[in-house]
């Protein structure tokens, strides 16, 4: 890990919090970016290959022959999951793009980048932002030199497009949302300057427009949308800004071929060596996607940490291990409605939270070692400043059955036949999850559903499918749930989600919010507060620590592990992949950022098979 210090230009806490529960995420493939998401290294874990821990090199890598239409040297290739959508690129309907395919990473560009490695804010297709004193009023500068790949230019006339397209449209997917809450008009006083007129104070707007995890708010060039229907109109091909043009799909080999733009706006500041990307379908088979990548048949992706250990361990020369973290730690959702019984105690959560084995959990279930999280965000150093370790002191997370029995002996003693009993009903928990029951979050629970039953808490593990699931969590008709969650720029953006008002009864769909049915007034009236608060200022500090605090005493939400997910890449045909050493960039190929990757690559000469 790189312990230099780091950049910090933007509060990353607070903006993939926001971009996770503000805007949706559903369409073609876009759960391939919540089960991937991934950010900022952390702890040594058990997949290193640096020098210490990496055998000398005793084979050499016996090249295959990629199946792509173009040459191999010019070209980057990445493993990706079943794609389904191939003549689509719109990102406001169901089914309507393929998420993962290269168009959200490097056709696709952003007003803004926040690089979750170092932190960083790098101002892309705007130059700048600004808010009036109140936080009334938003400004963004747009780039005069930014253009569309079609050669127009991109404007802020594009960008009101757009948001006006959206702002009223909770039919579309991006649409209604912090647009509809909050944007009352927008001025184009030039064209490379909008101004967003808000309803109410709104320090966070400017995150709706920011790319940090996954995708970016979509600008769409008006010249091209003006006058189709947004529910039918497919695009196809893309006309957007970034680097790489749609060259050709192949869906008989589940391809998508991306060529560099020669126009592209940007080359003096971003100028890719590799002509081509091309993303691809793995094999299903997980022997033969790794074989794939031993014979370099693919850059990026097709290889799972089992397979990975295995070319480490036989002196494998050509694969670099990056570890990084998921901004979502893996935790556990308690129902905290009073109508679900016991699990609505403060004490009874406490004395689950006392039940959780994080250790053995990080060290044994997880794919990969990885460390306990204690608050309900990602580990990253520029998370640091949300942290309050006095009261992660005072409220020591630790397993501790002793504990957990004294506190359960409190609210749910044992009746004559040896049963623990709350209110005069012996007690019997539902625990659900949307992983399968060979998932490391099915195996989460089920360690914890051991302790519990050792405490005298038996408890129903039951294993979901995603529509099943969903229905079931939304509603409110569980009583623990071993899924993920996480913050984004700021806890506030968590904490909003929390507050009482959001609460719906056991039955009524939740729509995303306080799926956990946590009230408390005390907590409200902090949330309130801190809403209309800049995260940076004075006054919001003691305001994040009494909510934190509240965080610690009530439970709302049990933090298990940090979720860890290698990156593998191959250096055959190309070098300057992100490392351990050199963590430039978040390394995830299906997230906007990886033009940024693509942009520091360096071609070895090697030449394909013929």
């Known amino acids: 890990m790189n312990d230099a210090p780091r950049p910090q230009f933007e509060n990353v806490a607070e903006v993939v919090r926001h971009q996770l529960s503000r805007r949706s995420l559903v369409g073609g493939g876009a759960a391939l970016g919540l089960s991937g998401l991934l950010a900022a290294c952390s702890g040594s874990g058990s997949y290193s290959d640096k020098p210490a821990n990496k055998p000398a090199a005793t084979k050499s890598v016996q090249i295959g022959k990629a199946n792509i239409p173009t040459p191999r040297d010019q070209t980057v290739v990445i493993g990706q999951v079943e794609y389904n959508v191939f003549d689509s690129f719109n990102t406001m309907i169901p089914n309507g793009w393929q998420s993962g395919a290269g168009f959200e990473s490097i056709c696709r560009e952003a007003m803004f980048y926040l690089n979750l490695a170092n932190g960083e804010l790098k101002p892309w297709l705007c130059t700048g932002y600004e808010y009036n004193t109140d936080h009334t009023q938003l400004t963004f500068k747009f780039d005069p030199k930014a253009k569309w790949s079609d050669g127009k230019p991109l404007t802020a006339n594009d960008f009101k497009f757009t948001v006006l397209l959206l702002k009223d449209r909770r039919d579309l997917f991006g649409g209604g949302g912090d647009l ?110 790794a074989l794939a990548f031993e014979r370099a048949e693919f850059d990026v992706g097709s290889i799972d940490e089992q397979h990975a250990k295995q070319l480490r361990n036989t002196g494998y020369p ?62 990253y150093p520029s998370n640091d400043a949300w942290k309050n370790d006095e009261l992660a002191e005072k409220y020591k997370f630790e397993y501790s059955p002793d504990k957990a029995n004294a506190l359960l ?69 569980y009583d623990l749930d071993s899924n993920w969650d996480g913050i984004a720029f700021d806890p506030q953006q968590l904490y909003t989600n929390w507050t009482s008002d959001k609460a719906q009864p056991i039955g009524k769909n939740a729509a995303d919010k306080n799926k956990q049915r946590f009230r408390n007034p005390e907590f409200d009236a902090v949330s309130a507060k801190l809403a209309v608060l800049d995260p940076k200022s004075a006054e919001a500090k003691p305001l994040l620590d009494k909510a934190l605090e509240i965080y610690f005493q009530q439970l709302p939400q049990m933090p298990v592990i940090q979720t860890g997910y290698p990156s593998y890449f191959n250096t055959t045909f190309w070098t300057g992949w992100p490392s351990d050493e050199d963590l430039y960039q978040v390394p995830l190929n299906w997230w906007s950022h990886f033009i940024f990757v693509l942009g520091r690559l360096k071609a070895t000469g090697q030449k394909g098979p013929a």
């Open 180 to 289: 509809a809450e909050f944007v009352q008009s927008i001025d184009v006083p030039d064209a490379q300057t909008a101004v967003l007129k808000l309803k109410k104070p709104g320090p966070r707007t400017h995150y709706n427009f920011i790319a940090a995890i996954a995708s970016a708010f979509d600008i769409l060039p008006e010249h091209v949308w003006k006058t189709q229907d947004p529910t039918k109109f497919k695009e196809n091909p893309p006309t957007r800004s970034g680097p790489y043009k749609l060259k050709q799909t192949i869906r008989s080999q589940r391809m998508f071929v991306w060529e560099k733009n020669p126009d592209y706006w940007a080359k003096e500041q971003l100028d890719p060596a590799p002509q081509y990307v091309v993303y691809q379908s793995t094999a299903k088979q997980l022997d033969s996607a």
């Open 409 to 477: 002996d409190e609210i749910a003693p044992k009746n004559a036949a040896g049963k623990r009993t709350y209110k005069g009903k012996e007690i019997n928990l539902e625990f659900i999850t949307a992983s399968p029951v060979d998932g490391p979050e099915y195996a989460i629970a089920n360690v914890i559903k051991t302790d519990l039953a050792k405490a005298g808490v038996p408890a129903t593990l039951r294993s979901l499918s995603g529509p099943v699931h969903s229905e079931k969590f939304q509603r409110g008709e």
């Open 318 to 379: 050509a694969m670099v291990t990056t570890q990084f973290h998921d901004p979502n730690p893996r935790i556990v959702w308690p129902n905290c409605d009073p109508a679900r019984g016991v699990i609505a105690e403060p004490k009874m959560r406490q004395a689950i939270n006392y039940l959780i084995d994080r250790e053995k959990i990080g060290t044994s279930i997880w794919p990969v070692k990885v460390p306990a999280a204690i608050y309900p965000w990602a580990d």
